[in-house]
């Protein structure tokens, strides 16, 4: 059977795309690599604990995608009250900084440098310039020398293993929404009515199943339409083309080999990835792009511990140099039912490049480095380690390195010449974006696909202009 719309990759994108396809009476065609919907998004469960791959919560503006993810989860629909702070100097921190806390939580010699350092950094500013032309830079004129070595230099480089001068000033503009020291101080006094989506408080967590059970309703719904089709565990080998047409795809799927026939294919996997499928393969300019666009990976080591609870935090960012984890999160806060009575679940998160030492490492070894991390600063103690669980992901972020923009371009716009090729999604453009980025992406893009962009629709955004919001939960 040729479906109209054949899909690669179940991610949440993925998965909007086709479920907003089907609704309008178009047949689809997932075919997703993992054994499992979701990518990011997907939640898992054993020995009784649920988890999730890092933190995740969902919000949103766009009141079309906050009525779908209500619908899909029915009943499973529970608010939480967002807690997530920065771990340094032997304290806490909130995060998104609040001034107040700052203030109470620095020694006073450092709170009277960084207020210092800030108005020295704007006088400096406004007698020559400091062009935004890296992550650095960016942060560095508006908040000075020292809260950018404390909050946001040395975590950012820890987590992109580059330095800041090496990072495009698009993941500041996208990931931090304070202005500068002075917003900060401004945003904790009187809050405002159009508050940033990094301040937003209130979100959506399943009650049961984590937030993979939003991804597998997806998936169900989709499935109820004849003629649709939702395959995991395959493995795409080749997507044939004929000038600017795609034709086909060939895969893998249990040991058996099959070629689907192509309407209109829709990609949301790894830019990279799809780019080095097709046969015949792009021009030669445009595979050097391709192979300058890079990833960086992560490790999520999993640790039970035999405790009920470590801090009543959804995620702690650890950015202290000496620390090789930098994130934790603790599933139980999201859902008391992500861990059994008396015990809980902490993700702690390790980046890395693929097939890198850390990549490679075995499974002891990386339960020794997590579990001592956390006991150095003080969260738990190696005895309460029970077991584990680990995970590696090989495209956790696109890696917005100074170059990166002019080569997503060059693969975009040759993509974008195929007349029945639509890549989209966090993977797909080679964006950051949050959980309802990509379900706005794939509702958008089924629009438009079927020439229904109207009415409701006219909320969304510009599906190429879907770009991103706040630091990294999603």
Partial sequence: MTHQYTILGAGLAGLSAGHNLARQGRTVSLLEKEG???????????????????????????????????????????WRERLSRIFMLGKFFNY????????????????????TDYFSIRIQDRIHPIPDDCFQNWV????????????????????WGIPCTQISADWASQRITLLNLMDTVKKTLFRPRDTPRTLVSKFIYPERGGIGQLSVRYAEEILKRRGNRVLTGVAIQRIRREG???????????????????????????????????????????????????????????????????????????????????????FKNFSQHCAPEGKTLVCAEI??????????????????????????????????VEGAFIHRERFSYPLYDLIYRQHVKTCM?????????????????????????????????????????????REDQDHDKLLVGEEHVD
């Avoid at 939640?43 to 899909?72: A, C, I, M, W």
């Avoid at 980046?351 to 006991?375: F, P, Q, S, V």
């Fill in 36 to 78: 499992y919907v979701g990518g990011l998004a997907a939640s898992f469960e054993k020995d009784g604990y649920t988890f999730d791959l890092g933190p995740h919560r969902f919000h949103t503006r766009n009141k079309r995608v906050q009525r779908q993810v209500e619908e899909l989860l029915g009943e499973n629909v529970h």
């Fill in 96 to 115: 998104p900084l609040s001034a107040s806390n700052v203030i109470r939580s620095l020694p006073p010699w450092l709170m009277f440098r960084s207020f």
């Fill in 140 to 159: 560095l004129k508006r908040f000075g020398k020292t809260l950018y070595e404390l909050f946001f230099g040395t975590y950012t480089e820890k987590a």
């Fill in 244 to 330: 600017a047409r795609v034709t086909a795809v060939d895969y893998e799927h249990d040991g058996q080999t099959g070629t689907e026939e192509v309407e209109h294919l829709i990609s949301t996997i790894p830019m990279t990835v799809v780019l080095d499928l097709f046969d015949p393969a792009p021009p030669e300019e445009i595979m050097a792009s391709r192979r300058l666009l890079k990833y960086k990976a992560i490790v999520f080591v999993m640790l039970t511990l035999d405790r009920d609870k470590v801090t009543d935090d959804h995620w702690i960012y650890l950015p202290e140099k000496h620390l090789r984890v930098h994130r934790l999160s603790e």
């Fill in 351 to 384: 980046t890395c490049n693929y097939d890198d030492e850390t990549w490679n490492m075995d499974r002891e070894k990386l339960i020794e480095l997590a579990a001592g991390d956390l006991e150095r600063v003080g969260l738990i103690r190696g005895a309460e």
């Fill in 413 to 457: 716009d040759w993509m974008k010449s195929l007349q029945n090729f639509h890549s989209t999604g966090r993977q797909g453009l080679f964006q950051y974006g949050n959980m309802d980025h990509s379900i706005a992406m794939g509702m958008v893009l089924a629009d438009r696909l079927v020439g229904a962009l109207g009415g409701e629709g």
